[in-house]
């Protein structure tokens, strides 16, 4: 029987029933980046800050490779960002002795609003935060609720779950997997990248909506991998004391859940005995996983967000707030409102 992978995600504090329209136009969504590190000024790379509207993090690559006479592979990004949005995002180029051209002559979709240099090309990953300002139109339900969640989503943090945009349209990159495993199919290095991060993301989910289910996503229970806040860190304590108690409660650590691979898993009592309840649903894609060659590695539950702040008028919410690389807003909007 062929498995079925379908994006469905549990919010934290009960089903959800208020609506609202997401990205009606690209300012509704705005997202800027702060770097892990910070560039040194002087180097043989030029650092650009760039505001792009209504357009991909590939395109802006290759229109900044052109203007400078570069082949793409000299430019770098951190991350990719929204193409619905109005977003900011650093890019390096790699011209050691070259005069810098006109940046003004970029598309009118693209503005430089930073330069520097720095001795290191810019490589993915390399983000601490991104910064978000969001407006949500046509809200519609319990306004009084909503506060009421987001309150709790200020105290608690939300579910880490991976967003929809990971697992392509209608969620068909784990099949890919599935299918580039079984009929060994040839994919580009990009595709398969991308099948396996899906593959290994819908498993993690699987895993969170569980423990969302039990409602101990955002406590310690036996045999769980903790990780450290603000760091990729995870060890394993000896036992679920009060120590890990209260570093839990002051979200100095987090339970952590497997991102599937090759290799022993750290979990184990009552933590592994779930995630392996939840995995053994899943035996292609398991194996698909395996056969790719990946390692297994661990991956926060909770994501604390201290710093949201919101303004409702009328029927128009407006959300700032910050999150660690690799977190997804729509995960935090799931949890109060139904945007799709």
Known sequence: MNEVYEFETNASFGSV???G????????????ETLSFSPSGDGDHVYLFVQKTGCNTDWVANQLA???GLKQVDVGYAGMKDRHAVTSQWFSLHMPNQPEPDWDALPAEISVLEKTRHNKKLRTGAIEKNNFELCIRDVSGDLAEIERRL???KEQGFPNYFGPQRFGFQGANAHKLVGMSTARRRVSKTQRSMYISAGRSYLF???LKQRVNQGSWNQAIAGDVMALQGSRSVFVPEMIDQTIIDRVAEFDIHPAAMLWGRGEAKSSLDALEMEQQVLKSYPALLAALETAGVEMAYRTMRIPVPDLSWELKENELLLSFSLISGAYATSLLS???LTG
């Open 17 to 19: 029933s208020s609506s």
């Open 21 to 32: 329209a997401l990205k009606r136009f690209a300012e509704d969504f705005k997202v800027s």
């Open 66 to 68: 052109d203007l400078a």
């Open 151 to 153: 309150t709790l989503i």
């Open 205 to 207: 989910n699987q895993i």
């Open 335 to 337: 949890e109060f409102v």
